[in-house]
């Protein structure tokens, strides 16, 4: 019986994400062709054989498929365009698939400027965190023909969870269920923050407030699970920049804009995420804004050890 020959993969952008993404490519067999503007963000895969190229042209000149994973709809830009970019590259017939969280206003433009080309171009940004990249069990919201999706299912279950792989729509879908999520994301931590503290300062107990909230129907996800990685742990994730999250509150408000939906909410949440962005600065974690409640309350907000331990 022979292997199927895996498609070589082209892959621009190997940061926190992009790190963990090529590395369950190559693990899955996948020719790897990798180009990053910080070239030590590659050593580990090109020891273990994948193939640096010197420009996003020449990697896609050297590859079956290209992915970008790239911070902002900026450097898509600057990673296609240009004589050194993906569109340079790639041949006619060629395959880009953009896994940034992003806008549409590249990759349509890029479709209007090359129709003659026959080119196959995707959104599939992901969710779970580089947690997720490192361990392959992303969520990928995938936007584009459905051919194009079945074709590349294998690339995708590479670095995602099989059952969470979702076809979401034509051109554009991925993105805009990727803004969407995450902006109710971003508006329930804000929203969990502000009851927090108040319940904290009027004397509730925190472990106690917690419980009421997690057995009532004001339950969320957030309450019952994320909330923990900072109430018990104090961690902010700093696998995700506070400058990438305010980066795609905004694109959540352009996107309403664009389609003339207005958002009260979303507009006041991006608010208090820049603010955070101007105290606690660019890289801390995507769940710093917490912080600002918690100082309110006049310290952290911390569950205390659990019963058992505490009494031992
Ligand atoms: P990051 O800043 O850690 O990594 C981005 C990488 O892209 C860097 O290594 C940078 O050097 C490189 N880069 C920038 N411009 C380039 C160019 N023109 N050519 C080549 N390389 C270039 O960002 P990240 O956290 O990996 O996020 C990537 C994307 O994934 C963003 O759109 C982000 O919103 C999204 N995302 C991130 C997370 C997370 O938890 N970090 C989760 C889901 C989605």
């Not at 830009?77 to 698939?97: E, F, K, M, Q, R």
């Not at 890029?110 to 129709?115: K, Q």
């Not at 590479?158 to 051109?171: K, S, T």
């Not at 742990?233 to 995700?240: M, P, V």
Request: glycine share 12%.
């Amino acid at each position: 019986m022979t292997t199927p020959t895996r498609p070589t993969v082209g892959f621009i952008g190997l940061g926190s994400m992009g790190g963990g993404m090529t590395r369950n490519l190559q693990r899955s067999g996948f020719p790897l062709v990798v180009n990053d503007l910080r070239p030590e963000s590659a050593a580990e895969l090109v020891a273990g054989g994948a193939r640096w190229a010197e420009s996003a042209a020449e990697v896609a000149a050297s590859s079956d498929l290209v992915i970008t994973m790239l911070p902002t709809p900026r450097h898509v830009s600057d990673a296609v365009n240009g004589p050194a970019g993906i569109l340079a590259g790639i041949a006619d017939g060629g395959t880009w698939v953009d896994m940034s969280t992003s806008v549409p206003e590249v990759a349509d433009a890029v479709r209007r400027a090359n129709a003659s080309r026959g080119l196959h171009v995707l959104d599939a940004p992901v969710s779970g965190m580089s947690v997720g990249a490192a361990s392959g069990s992303l969520q990928i919201f995938v936007g584009g023909e459905a051919e194009d999706v079945e074709r590349l299912r294998p690339v995708f279950e590479a670095m995602g969870d099989p059952e969470r792989i979702l076809h979401v729509g034509g051109h554009g879908a991925g993105y805009a269920v990727k803004l969407m999520i995450n902006q109710l994301w971003f508006s329930h931590l804000v929203a969990t923050a502000e009851v927090l503290a108040v319940g904290v300062k009027a004397g509730v107990d925190l472990g106690v407030l917690r419980d009421a909230l997690v057995a009532s129907p004001a339950n969320s996800n957030f309450v019952e699970k994320d909330v923990l990685s900072i109430l018990e742990h104090g961690d902010y994730d700093e696998g995700f920049a506070l400058a990438l999250a305010c980066k795609d509150l905004g694109l959540s408000i352009d996107l309403a804009r664009s389609v003339g939906v207005s958002v009260e909410l979303s507009a006041l949440v991006e608010q208090v995420f820049r603010r955070s962005r101007a105290v606690h600065g660019d890289r801390a974690g995507e769940m710093t804004p917490f912080r600002l409640y918690e100082e309110l309350t006049g310290g952290p907000l911390r569950l205390s050890p659990a019963k058992e331990a505490s009494t031992r």
